[in-house]
């Protein structure tokens, strides 16, 4: 299976939202990456569920919304509403991460789990089968734009044994400092989707650097 690469909207340009969106229409992402983030669970705001609803206006890709804030429950109804087809909410945001999970699933979404940096991956072993995706932080979430943590490799090894052994599907993919330096170590590590922000939006050519990471 190819590499799936999912750009971050964060790092677009807002006051040209709709432009950017036909950008993504057209080139060779597979997602569109929206953070979400609510000033509590991350030391940054970042745009709610009209900004969603007006991008799945325009968008012909899915969206993968990543949200970073507390109490996720309460919102998934909006969110899959809002257009959502993947809802990832964070391990350490869920003291029920079983019954968040069920219930992204029962409003028709896939389901992931992101875990940050310094959370080990062999706290999902036991749910690891009921996901479709985690996403593993390769950055402290809250700003796009940061530096690429070097551990991420080995945690991404550790996470590919964990699902190659429990003989699920769910996919790993990775969020925060991603470039055509890192990535290619990435998906020999095992990450099967690439979420870029800068790296995509910052570029000369963002269709262009799309379809480069999508090569490797
Ligand atoms: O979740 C995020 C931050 O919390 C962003 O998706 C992530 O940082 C991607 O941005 P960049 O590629 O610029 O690092």
Redesign the pocket.
Known sequence: MSTLVAP?V??SDFANLQSEIEMLNESSADYI?I?I?DGVF?P?ISFGLPVVEAINVHAKKPLDV?L?IVNPDQYLKSFSDAGASVISVHLEACPHLHRTIQAIKELGCKAGVAINPHSSVELLRDIIRDIDQVIV?S????????K?IEHTYAKVRALKAIITASGAETKIEI????NLENAPKLIDAGADIL??????FKSSDPSKTIAELKEL
């Open positions: 971050s964060l790092a990456h953070d983030m991350v940054n990543h970073m932080m950055v402290n979430p809250g700003f796009g734009g940061q690429f969020d925060g400092g991603v979420v870029a922000g800068s790296f995509v």
